[in-house]
């Protein structure tokens, strides 16, 4: 079974500051872990994925992910937070037997940017 | 990457109704799934269209609420059926390719 905990449902930065969304998973496979985001009335968006590959993601607009087997984490980072990055991130878990790709989401988790 | 297309956009309808939304895909795709995000809260996944075979559901839900639809590789369609208030959601369809899903925008349902 697959699941993803992320730990805190609302974040609060103020412009310029670090963002740090944190995302544990658990997985009976080797999983792929993706970030998405979802602004307001907006579709879901790819910030980043991890596949196998670098244990270090990069995704767009400044987003980075690592990925921890050891604490089974994948927290999402900026270095300096922006007014657009508000909005909703969603910590997602796939992968399974027989190249399954079906999506777990985590609760999600609102980013709130101050100015 | 794959474009997917779904609609109607949006909808109210009527209590004890129902509503079909299509899902389009510009490309094939390996499988494809329809979610609910519930005002204010994740996105759950509801079933698995399987081509040409019955849907694979989640628990909680069930063919007789949620009947799906997939004749081909890039196309499937999701009906709410006897819809009550409750059903006010929105609901997505996603299509995977080798390793990432791509969503389509959404349909949002309203239930009066």
């Known amino acids: 079974a697959q699941s993803v905990t992320q730990l805190d449902s609302h974040v609060s930065v103020s412009e310029g500051t670090p963002v740090l969304l944190r995302c544990n998973y658990s997985?009976?496979?080797?999983?792929?872990l993706f970030w998405y985001v979802q602004h307001p009335n907006k579709g879901l968006q790819l910030l980043l994925k991890?596949?196998?590959?670098?244990?270090l993601v990069k995704g767009i607009n400044g987003f980075e992910a690592e990925f921890k087997k050891s604490e089974t984490s994948f927290h999402l980072t900026k270095p300096s937070a922006h007014m657009s990055d508000a909005a909703e991130y969603f910590c997602?878990?796939?992968?399974?037997?027989?190249?399954?790709?079906?999506?777990?989401f985590g609760t999600g988790t609102r980013l709130k940017v101050l100015a | 990457s794959a474009v997917i297309s779904q609609k109607p956009s949006r909808d109210i309808c009527q209590r004890g109704t129902s509503l079909t939304i299509q899902c389009q895909v510009d490309?094939?795709?390996?499988?494809m799934f329809w979610y609910r995000q519930q005002p204010g809260q994740s996105l759950t996944l509801i079933a698995t269209?399987?081509?040409?075979?019955?849907?694979?559901?989640e628990s909680g839900f069930v063919i007789d609420k949620f009947p799906i639809s997939r004749p081909n590789l890039t196309f499937s369609t999701l009906t709410v059926s006897n819809l009550s208030p409750e059903d006010s959601s929105i609901y997505l369809c996603?299509?995977?390719?080798?390793?990432?899903?791509?969503f389509g925008q959404g349909t949002r349902l309203t239930v009066v």
């Open positions: 997602v878990v796939s992968g399974g037997a027989s190249g399954t790709y079906k999506y777990i």
């Open positions: 997985s009976s496979y080797s999983p792929s």
């Open positions: 991890y596949t196998s590959a670098a244990t």
């Open positions: 490309s094939q795709v390996t499988m």
């Open positions: 269209a399987n081509q040409g075979s019955e849907a694979t559901y």
């Open positions: 996603s299509g995977t390719g080798d390793t990432e899903a791509f």
